[in-house]
C-alpha cells in the first residue's frame, strides 16, 4: 500500500478528486492477492499501453479508446482491481500520457462512480441540475468544452446492477455513454456480474458487439472463491 | 268453490280461488339473498280452516293431510268445541316446482339450511374438481424449467402463493395473469427458467405481512417483473470462458497491441 497523504499536492488531489472509496485508498497490484496473476498481467499490459499514450486520445491507434471490462461474480475482486488501476495511473503516469491540451490543468484525470449513481446523475440533469453536476456529467462523456475536465479514465461499477424499467432507457444510457467515450478517444473500466457473451441478451446486440471492440475482457475467478466471505 | 284436481295447474286454480275469497294472501319477501313469493294464511282464512278442516279431523280422530281436497270439499259441520281450538298461521309456501318439493317444509330456517347445504355440497364438488384439475398441472416439474409454458409459470405462481396465504391456487389461473405473463415474455424475451428466476427474487423480496390478496399479488409481480429481469438473466449466465471468448479476448489484445 501506499499512503495517499505522501503524494505531491497534484496528484493527491487527483485521488481525493476521483471518489475512491477510503478503504481502497492507497492500494496497489500487490495487494491483490486473491487474484489470478495472468490476469493482473493482462491488466498491467493494458495499463502500459495507456501509458506509453496509444489508448488516451491516439489519432489513428486500434487501441484508441479500449477500455476494461472486468466480469464475474460477486466477491472475486473486480471493483478492488479497478479501483487499483486508477490509483496506479493517477500516482505514477507522466503528465503528458493523459494527452492533455496545451497550457492546460487537468481537473480530474480519473473518476470512479457506480452505473446506478451515473443513472442518478442523468437523471437530476433533467430537473434543476446544478453546474457541478453538468460539468461532470459533460466530463464523464468527454465532451466539456474546457478539456481540463474530460475525464481521461473513467470506472463504470456495477454494470448489470441497476433498476431497469420497461422503457429500456437504462441500456440505451449505458450505450450512449460507453460509445461517446469511445469515439472520444477515452477508455472505461468497466466492472459487471454479467459476462460480455450475454451482453447481447440484457443489453442488446449491437452493444456486445460494440464492447467486443471497445474492451478488453477479463473474466475474474479468484482460486479462492467469494473474496468478501 | 270448485273440486280441485290433482296436478300444478289445478293447484295453483284452487290458490288463485282460495287468494279471491281471501282466505289466503300472497307476499314477496326476501330470504338471503333471494326474494321469494309466499302464499299466507289470512285470518278470514284461519277460521274457515278451523271450522271445515281441523274441527272435523280431530272430530274424526283422523290422519288423512290437512290439504286432503276431499277434506276441503266437505260441507260445514261446525260444532260447539270451535272455541277450544286456537287459531294457528299454516304457511302454504312459495310456487313452483318447490311448491311441491318442499309442500312439507313450512319452516323458513329449514329451508333456508337446506339451500345452504346445496351450496355447499356444489362449492365442494367445484372445489374438488379445480384441485384435482391443478394437479394434473404439477407434471410441470418432469420438464426443465426452460421450457415451461406460462401456464406452467403460472401454476409455480399461484403454488407458491397458496403455500406461504393459502390463497386458492385457480384465484391466480382463473385470472388475466397467465396472459400477462405471455405478454412479459414476449415483450423481455424470457423463458421459463428465467421467469422462475424472477419468482425466487419476487418472493424474496416481499412483505409477507403486508400482501394476502392473489390478485393484489399477481399484478404486484407483473409490475416487478421488469426490474428483476436483468438480475434473473445474469444469475443464469455461466462465468467460464468458452474457446470462443478466449479467440474474442486474444483478439480484443491484440487490437490493444496494435497487432490488429
Known amino acids: ?121 442523468r437523471g437530476a440533469l433533467m430537473e434543476d441540475p446544478t453546474d457541478e453536476e453538468q460539468s461532470l456529467f459533460a466530463g464523464i462523456l468527454g465532451e466539456s468544452v474546457d478539456d481540463a475536465y474530460n475525464i481521461r479514465v473513467l470506472v463504470i461499477d456495477d454494470v448489470g446492477k441497476e433498476h431497469m424499467s420497461g422503457s429500456g432507457w437504462q441500456k440505451t444510457m449505458l450505450h450512449h455513454v460507453l460509445r461517446t467515450r469511445f469515439n472520444n478517444g477515452l477508455p472505461t473500466i468497466v466492472t459487471s456480474n454479467i459476462p460480455l457473451e450475454a451482453w447481447g441478451a440484457v443489453y442488446g446486440p449491437a452493444t456486445e458487439s460494440f464492447a467486443r471492440e471497445a474492451f478488453v475482457p477479463i473474466a475474474l475467478k479468484s482460486p479462492k472463491g467469494d473474496l468478501r466471505k | 268453490m270448485g273440486h280441485w284436481q290433482i296436478g300444478r295447474h289445478s293447484a295453483l286454480k284452487a290458490l288463485k280461488e282460495l287468494r279471491e275469497l281471501g282466505y289466503i294472501e300472497l307476499k314477496t319477501q326476501k330470504i338471503g339473498a333471494s326474494i321469494v313469493k309466499k302464499n299466507y294464511l289470512t285470518v278470514l282464512g ?153 419468482l425466487d427474487l419476487f418472493f424474496g423480496s416481499i412483505d409477507f405481512e403486508k400482501y394476502d390478496d392473489a390478485e393484489h399479488l399477481w399484478k404486484l409481480f407483473v409490475t416487478r417483473f421488469p426490474s428483476y429481469v436483468l438480475q434473473a438473466k445474469s444469475s443464469m449466465i455461466s462465468t467460464e470462458e468458452s474457446d470462443e471468448e478466449l479467440r474474442l479476448k486474444e483478439k480484443a489484445l491484440a487490437r490493444l497491441r496494435g497487432n490488429v
Open chain 1, 1 to 121: 500500500m501506499f499512503n495517499v497523504d505522501e503524494l505531491k499536492l497534484r496528484r493527491r488531489s487527483w485521488v481525493k478528486i476521483a471518489a475512491i472509496p477510503y478503504n481502497r485508498q492507497g492500494w496497489e497490484f500487490k495487494d491483490c492477492t486473491g487474484v489470478i496473476s495472468s490476469d493482473v498481467e493482462i491488466i498491467k499490459e493494458w495499463v502500459s499501453t495507456v501509458e506509453s499514450g496509444k489508448v488516451i486520445k491516439s489519432k489513428g491507434q486500434t487501441s484508441c479508446g479500449q477500455g476494461l471490462m472486468l466480469y464475474g461474480e460477486p466477491g472475486h475482486g473486480k471493483t478492488t482491481l479497478a479501483l487499483v488501476i486508477l490509483q496506479d495511473i493517477l500516482r505514477r503516469f507522466p503528465y503528458e500520457a493523459f494527452s492533455p491540451e496545451a497550457n492546460k490543468t487537468l481537473v480530474r484525470p480519473c473518476y470512479f462512480l457506480t452505473f446506478s449513481a451515473l443513472l442518478d446523475l
Open chain 2, 46 to 198: 284461519s277460521d274457515r280452516l278451523t271450522a271445515e278442516l281441523l274441527l272435523p279431523l280431530v272430530v274424526q280422530n283422523s290422519n288423512n293431510s290437512v290439504f286432503a281436497n276431499s277434506l276441503i270439499s266437505k260441507p260445514d259441520t261446525p260444532t260447539e268445541s270451535v272455541e277450544e281450538f286456537q287459531t294457528i298461521n299454516i304457511e302454504v309456501d312459495s310456487m313452483g316446482y318447490e311448491f311441491f318439493e318442499k309442500q312439507s317444509s313450512i319452516d323458513d330456517d329449514e329451508v333456508l339450511k337446506a339451500r345452504q347445504k346445496t351450496q355447499d355440497s356444489k362449492k365442494a364438488e367445484y372445489e374438488e374438481a379445480k384441485a384435482k384439475n391443478h394437479k394434473k398441472r404439477l407434471s410441470r416439474h418432469s420438464v426443465s424449467a426452460d421450457k415451461w409454458t406460462c401456464t406452467d409459470v403460472g401454476y409455480e405462481f399461484a403454488d407458491r402463493i397458496y403455500r406461504v396465504w393459502s390463497i386458492k391456487p385457480w384465484s391466480v389461473t382463473n385470472s388475466r395473469f397467465i396472459p400477462a405473463l405471455a405478454s412479459l415474455r414476449k415483450k423481455h424475451d424470457t423463458n421459463g427458467a428465467v421467469e422462475l428466476a424472477i
